[in-house]
């Protein structure tokens, strides 16, 4: 790449008309002829900038309702041109074509038009840009002799940058990286609003940028970044980190998957999440008192856990959560004295954080690709109905205070990594058994976490019981109720051993794998 570039004329083109005026002024002090286009030049020529109208470089006014007006040799010729070039230069010269040095364009705003779920069809078409990505694209891969800008992010950087008398190669080869990355996200935008509602579209384009380096990842030695999908709100861009140091990699992760689970319930509830495993969670009539519920399921996994509240975090929650070492509290909401109560723990992250948005496709990397798949859905609200799809196996129709027992432990196993059991006892967790390599095992883990508490509880696995030695230890250690999804070769041993045990046996017809 050839070293710095001078800037004597430069095209500007922008629907965002953030800061244009200003760089403009700048421009033209330091000397730059400007030329620009429909509402652009008239906006720079109404704040008193010399400017060139791009009509009268092209000689052939805009037609087709502004569809064309920067397509043509004389723009295209003096982007593309390499000065050094002995071909290129007298083509210029034949077809009295001034080279350009700089490109400021940004595009029409697509993302945001069809963001709108009132627009129409033909109004969303109109805002795919042609010109403007034709132009970067032109400019950014003839970085070697032309800066591109398409973000008024950039634009100080540019000013300065020429009125010092050059633009360096590598502030031009970052320009048209950023570019390259715009147009790229722009494209992906236009293919997933044509794909529609198709749940599995045959061509998935994930327009990722970097939001921030972490420390590290998982282990401090693996680099590490947060990347935001562009045109997706995000709960975790949107939340406000109280104190403590920045989120890290495990950070993000387990706090994703408590964030997620404590949102599902309506009622006031607390999730404590360990290796994106709950090891604690309930329901109940306070938030601090479902914390205290949370906390008391398995308070050696829950040291140095992950905490998620659905409700105002108040001073009797913060007490609560401060007597104890947690990494990280989200809550919707932080009182002042909450806050207060917190602040002893210096080093703990609090995050006031909205609500997560509806997941879109699960995407799971493998080698040379992706699995996609669409996210679980879990939520029943089942109050005191029992859900359609339910089906009683053995023993009476339950209560219904038992169902809400059911399907409380029904969603925190359908959040727990497989094989899961979860044993629950007034709307709170008492034993999660979660990622063991058989059925079995998880509920021996998760009755050795319960003890006497299984006695009058309930349990819930994520998928069907392939034997009945799972149900046997549930119903000798007090199990009364379980849940499952049905669907084993073996589902008439089952339900003949909960008859024999005297256990209410429900089959959901619904497996939740969480691998």
């Known amino acids: 790449m050839t070293g710095n570039v001078q800037v004597r004329r430069a095209l500007i083109s922008v629907s965002d008309k953030t800061g244009v005026v200003e760089l403009a002024h700048r421009l033209a002090a330091a000397g730059v002829e400007i030329v620009s286009s429909g509402g652009t030049a008239r906006t720079l020529a109404e704040a008193g900038v010399p400017v060139t109208p791009v009509e009268q470089v092209t000689g052939a006014p805009e037609m087709l309702g502004g569809r064309v007006k920067t397509l043509h040799p004389k723009i295209h010729g003096g982007i593309l041109a390499v000065p050094t070039d002995p071909e290129h230069a007298a083509d210029l010269a034949a077809h009295e074509i001034d080279p350009f040095q700089l490109v400021i364009v940004n595009l029409y705003p697509f993302e945001a038009t069809v963001a709108d779920a009132a627009t129409t069809e033909a109004a969303a078409t109109e805002q795919i840009d042609i010109g403007g990505p034709a132009m970067i694209r032109a400019a950014a891969k003839n970085h070697e002799h032309v800066a591109v800008v398409v973000s008024p992010d950039d634009y100080g950087d540019v000013a300065a940058a020429v009125e010092a008398g050059t633009l360096p190669a590598e502030l031009r080869r970052r320009l048209a990286t950023t570019a390259f990355a715009r147009t790229a996200a722009y494209d992906a935008a236009i293919v997933s609003w044509m794909h529609g509602d198709e749940p599995l579209p045959p061509s998935l384009v994930l327009p990722m940028e970097r939001v921030e380096e972490l420390r590290y990842g998982e282990n401090p030695h693996q680099r590490a970044a947060v990347y935001r999908w562009i045109g997706r709100p995000a709960w975790w861009q949107s939340a406000r980190l109280l104190q403590g140091k920045a989120m890290s990699f495990n950070n993000y992760a387990d706090t994703e998957a408590a964030w997620r689970l404590v949102n599902e319930f309506d009622e006031p509830a607390a999730v404590i999440v360990k290796h994106t495993n709950p090891c604690g969670a309930s329901v109940c009539d306070s938030v601090a008192s479902a914390f205290s519920k949370a906390w008391d399921c398995d308070p050696v996994s829950a040291f140095g856990g992950i905490v998620a509240v659905n409700g105002v975090l108040d001073v009797a929650t913060a007490e609560a959560i401060a007597a104890n070492f947690v990494e990280v509290v989200v809550a ?184």
């Open 332 to 515: 919707p909401d932080v009182s002042p004295e909450g806050a207060e109560v917190l602040a002893r723990r210096k080093n703990l992250r609090v995050l006031e954080a909205p609500a997560p948005v509806p997941a879109g496709l699960d995407l799971r990397m493998i080698d040379g690709g992706f699995l996609a798949q669409e996210h679980d859905q879990v939520s029943l609200g089942v109050g005191a109905a029992l859900p359609d799809r339910w089906e009683v196996m053995t023993g009476d129709r339950p209560r219904a205070g038992l169902v809400a027992e059911l399907e409380f432990a029904w969603i925190v196993a359908a959040a727990t990594k497989s094989n899961a059991i979860v044993v629950a006892k007034d709307r709170s967790a008492v034993g999660v058994g979660a990622g063991d390599q058989s059925r079995v095992g998880a509920a021996e883990r998760a009755l050795a976490r319960a003890g006497e508490r299984s006695r009058g509880a309930v349990a819930a696995s994520d998928a069907f019981l392939p034997f009945r030695d799972g149900l046997d230890l549930l119903a000798d250690a007090g199990v009364v109720a379980l849940v499952e999804p049905g669907g084993s070769v073996r589902d008439d041993e089952v339900i003949a051993a909960a008859n024999e045990r005297g256990m209410t046996l429900i089959f959901t017809g619904r497996r939740h794998f969480r691998h």
